[in-house]
């Protein structure tokens, strides 16, 4: 076997999110023994060298290797030279495929923060297949969405076994607290999801699948409750809402399920919300963030609107939290897993920094880490074989000592 110039490739170090991740990650392989061969990528050169100089000492020596999104031959050469490819060029519906095909084809491990399904979809159906023939491992959804959730139920199923010698076959997820704001890479995929599901209602139908992800003979019938208006919910005695992760991360736990050989089980249950209150006060607070989160999809869906929300309201591509924001940001989720029996587990994970930018960007970095010195090809455990991996089934709890240990989270059982 090659062995590649580089363990790590950031592609798309120039973005929001990247250029932090960047960052993190000099200052986190400086202060590592192991050395981690690592470069950054992109199309600009002026811009990659301006990114490298804001590293100072920590950055000095990491290559540039220039590549644009839409050409094969650049990605290809890009791949031959990377162990993993990480790439935060997005929106990915609509520049992330030529990359990935090029990961697939020529057997080089890949990851990112997409949260866009209906791409996640298309990208399994298409390119899944190359991916076991050569080895790639393809890994969506390393970021706030889905990595919280998806390693969270992970961990909750881990202790479960622990405890009970079988699963939880239900589980609930709920936001206790998210403090954080989005950029523009981050809104202009949101509103591309919008903008595909206006234009076809087979897809609108099809988003609404919760095993969307699955793969066709998955053969699960259980019927998953959707928190898709204000409720109060007992288990936390507290009001809940929507949350608007929701619908990418329920996709993805329910593929890691399917994956695992249906490890939760075969009717495996889980749904998330964001807790809003007690009394009176949740109530009122969970009725507006339904009402906030149906008036910006009413405005997102249509043209003129849309146009007036991307101009006036939203940040635009490079746009995002300013530092102060990122620092001050975090998150508190809360999970409640149950087994056939009654029992009861419960599972906090937390997360420092803003969960989009802060903190995916330290998730990320983490997942690459893991994919490139914890789960190498070569290496003595190879682990999964190529194909396309939700993060709990690509990782485990390496990654999870990675995310407590370098990325500001907390794994913990409470109950
Ligand atoms: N899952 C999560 O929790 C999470 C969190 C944060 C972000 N995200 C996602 O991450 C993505 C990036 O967000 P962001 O706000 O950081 O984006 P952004 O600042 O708008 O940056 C977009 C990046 O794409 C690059 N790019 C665009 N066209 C290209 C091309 N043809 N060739 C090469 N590079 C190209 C840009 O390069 P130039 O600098 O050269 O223009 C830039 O680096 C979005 O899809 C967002 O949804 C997800």
């Not at 990359?99 to 399904?117: I, Q």
């Not at 490890?263 to 607070?285: D, K, P, V």
């Not at 043209?303 to 530092?323: A, F, I």
């Not at 924001?325 to 149950?338: E, H, L, M």
């Amino acid at each position: 076997m090659t062995h590649p110039d580089h363990d790590l490739v950031v592609f798309g170090a120039t973005s929001f999110v990247g250029t932090i991740m960047t960052q993190y990650l000099a200052n986190h392989f400086a202060s590592q023994p192991e050395p981690v061969r690592w470069a950054i990528a992109g199309r600009s050169r002026a811009k990659l060298e301006a990114v490298r100089r804001s590293l100072g000492a920590a950055g000095e020596s990491v290559p540039i290797i220039l590549a644009d999104a839409t050409n094969e031959d650049e990605l290809r050469a890009l791949c031959a030279q990377a162990r993993v490819v990480v790439s935060t060029v997005g929106p990915y519906a609509l520049y992330g495929e030529p990359l990935l095909k090029a990961c697939a084809e020529t057997g080089t491990d890949y990851g990112d923060l997409t949260g866009e399904t209906q791409w996640i979809k298309r990208m399994i159906d298409k390119h899944e297949p190359t991916a076991q023939r050569t080895g790639a491992r393809l890994v969506h959804c390393c970021g706030f969405d889905s990595v919280p959730s998806d390693m969270g139920v992970y961990f909750l199923q881990q202790q479960a076994l622990e405890r009970w010698g079988a699963p939880a076959t239900h589980v609930t997820m709920r936001v206790k607290a998210l403090k954080g704001g989005a950029s523009g890479g981050t809104i202009a995929s949101m509103i591309n999801i919008v903008e595909e599901a206006a234009a076809d209602p087979a897809l609108r139908k099809a988003l609404t699948n919760p095993y969307y992800l699955c793969p066709p003979e998955h053969g699960f019938t259980a019927r998953q409750h959707w928190v898709k208006s204000a409720e109060f919910d007992p288990a936390f005695d507290a009001w809940a809402a929507p949350f608007v992760m929701a619908a990418v991360n329920e996709r993805v736990v329910h593929r890691s399920n399917a994956l695992s050989g249906k490890a939760y089980g075969h009717q495996f249950t889980y749904n998330e919300g964001m807790l809003t209150g007690t009394g009176i006060r949740g109530r009122a607070a969970a009725l507006a963030l339904v009402a906030g989160l149906g008036a910006f999809m009413a405005s997102a869906a249509i043209k003129p609107t849309r146009s007036l929300l991307q101009r006036y309201v939203l940040p635009k591509p490079g746009e995002g939290p300013s530092p102060e924001a990122q620092a001050a940001g975090r998150y508190d989720i809360r999970f409640i897993g149950r087994n056939d029996n009654g029992e009861m587990l419960r599972v906090t994970v937390t997360g420092e920094g803003d969960p989009g930018y802060g903190s995916s960007s330290k998730i990320l970095g983490q997942a690459a880490t893991s994919l490139a010195l914890d789960h190498a090809k070569d290496g003595a455990k190879t682990g999964r074989p190529g194909g396309s991996w939700t993060p709990a089934t690509m990782f485990d709890e390496r990654f999870i000592e990675r995310l407590t240990r370098h990325a500001g989270m907390r794994f913990e059982v409470t109950g």
